[in-house]
């Protein structure tokens, strides 16, 4: 038997397996459909101050591989959250992370304190969603994603995830910023900024023209930040996120560096797809002589 237990510093999980943000819903409005007792946590919608009513319609639209969307994080705002699933969470079959976004570090700040009081397990502050009009992402600015860090820090002992960009110029930079503000773990990494046109109507297939783009094509991207956040900072520990569907893909990241993998697309079209993964993740390790998943992180070597 292979044990799954992995922890991202001293945050322990029963596996290394994550549902990515804005891909489960709230989590528990999701039980029924998705198998969340496969993993280690499921982290919910991100969640502002006030509602967000997010952006026009077309917002998602298929790719040959992958997809893009401009939802612009629509959310009832987090008073209207808490009085919704607060009360909920305790019932999920895994642990439950709030994620908080903002305009400026006091705003991350008040959310945090709402979703804490809810009883999440952990804080995941997306400092990178790719379509918001609100103006530059704070994650392409170590200064700016630090000082967000900084006040959330000072408003909770929960452990601290901080989601970044594969946008950034200086990957390291951010993530080395984020650590010293106090995150305890960062998430590599959100979507990439991307477009298409739609060449029957001439028009983009957003609204807004440019959005995230996630799936399959994703992984190589997301898989280079890991890599080289590892290299530069082995002590901080790494959630991967991108293009994952198999569970060689989740071993492909713990390899590089990652202590825990995020599926997010996959939802979509499987959203059971976490207890197949897992399954597979355990046959390689068999196959392998693995017995520990914790045992795969940073595994692979340099040529």
Same mark, same amino acid.
């Given at each position: 038997?292979?044990?799954?237990?992995?922890?991202?510093?001293?945050?322990?999980?029963?596996?290394?397996?994550?549902?990515? &943000?804005?891909?489960?819903?709230?989590?528990?409005?999701?039980?029924?459909?998705?198998?969340?007792?496969?993993?280690? +946590?499921?982290?919910?919608?991100?969640? &502002?101050?006030?509602?967000?009513?997010?952006?026009? +319609?077309?917002?998602?639209?298929?790719?040959?591989?992958?997809?893009?969307?401009?939802?612009?994080?629509?959310?009832?705002?987090?008073?209207?959250?808490?009085?919704?699933?607060?009360?909920?969470?305790?019932?999920?079959?895994?642990?439950?992370?709030? &994620?908080?976004?903002?305009?400026?570090?006091?705003?991350?700040?008040?959310?945090?304190?709402?979703?804490?009081? +809810?009883?999440?397990?952990?804080?995941?502050?997306?400092? &990178?969603?790719?379509?918001?009009?609100?103006?530059?992402?704070?994650?392409?600015?170590?200064?700016?994603?630090?000082?967000?860090?900084?006040?959330?820090?000072?408003?909770?002992?929960?452990p601290v995830g901080a989601k970044l960009s594969p946008n950034a110029e200086d990957i390291v930079a951010v993530a080395d910023a984020v650590a010293t503000g106090g995150a305890d773990w960062v998430v590599l990494t959100n979507s990439v900024?991307?477009?298409?046109?739609?060449?029957?109507?001439?028009?983009?297939?957003?609204?807004?023209?440019?959005?995230?783009?996630?799936?399959?094509?994703?992984?190589?991207?997301?898989?280079?930040?890991?890599?080289?956040?590892?290299? +530069?900072?082995?002590?901080?520990?790494?959630?991967?996120?991108?293009?994952?569907?198999?569970?060689?893909?989740?071993?492909?990241y713990l390899l590089a560096g990652a202590s825990a993998v995020m599926i997010g697309t996959a939802h979509f079209a499987e959203p059971r797809c976490g207890a197949r993964i897992i399954g597979e993740l355990a046959r390689y390790c068999r196959?392998?002589?693995?017995?520990?998943?914790?045992?795969?992180?940073?595994?692979?070597?340099?040529?």
């Amino acid at each position: 038997m292979t044990d799954l237990n992995v922890r991202l510093g001293s945050h322990v999980m029963q596996s290394p397996l994550v549902a990515a &943000s804005g891909t489960v819903g709230s989590v528990v409005d999701c039980a029924d459909v998705s198998a969340f007792d496969v993993y280690g +946590a499921a982290v919910a919608k991100s969640v &502002s101050r006030e509602p967000w009513p997010g952006q026009p +319609a077309p917002r998602l639209a298929p790719i040959a591989v992958g997809m893009l969307n401009g939802i612009g994080i629509q959310n009832p705002g987090i008073d209207a959250w808490v009085e919704q699933y607060g009360s909920r969470l305790a019932g999920a079959p895994t642990q439950v992370w709030g &994620s908080a976004v903002g305009n400026d570090p006091a705003e991350f700040a008040e959310v945090t304190e709402g979703l804490a009081a +809810a009883g999440v397990a952990a804080i995941e502050l997306n400092l &990178s969603c790719p379509n918001l009009e609100q103006g530059r992402m704070f994650a392409l600015d170590a200064s700016a994603a630090a000082a967000v860090v900084a006040a959330v820090r000072e408003t909770t002992t929960l452990p601290v995830g901080a989601k970044l960009s594969p946008n950034a110029e200086d990957i390291v930079a951010v993530a080395d910023a984020v650590a010293t503000g106090g995150a305890d773990w960062v998430v590599l990494t959100n979507s990439v900024w991307g477009m298409a046109i739609d060449v029957e109507k001439r028009r983009p297939v957003l609204s807004r023209g440019v959005g995230g783009y996630s799936g399959l094509a994703l992984k190589p991207i997301a898989m280079r930040c890991v890599w080289e956040v590892h290299e +530069a900072l082995p002590g901080l520990p790494i959630v991967g996120c991108g293009g994952v569907r198999t569970g060689s893909d989740v071993a492909e990241y713990l390899l590089a560096g990652a202590s825990a993998v995020m599926i997010g697309t996959a939802h979509f079209a499987e959203p059971r797809c976490g207890a197949r993964i897992i399954g597979e993740l355990a046959r390689y390790c068999r196959r392998h002589g693995v017995t520990a998943v914790a045992d795969l992180v940073g595994g692979a070597a340099a040529w």
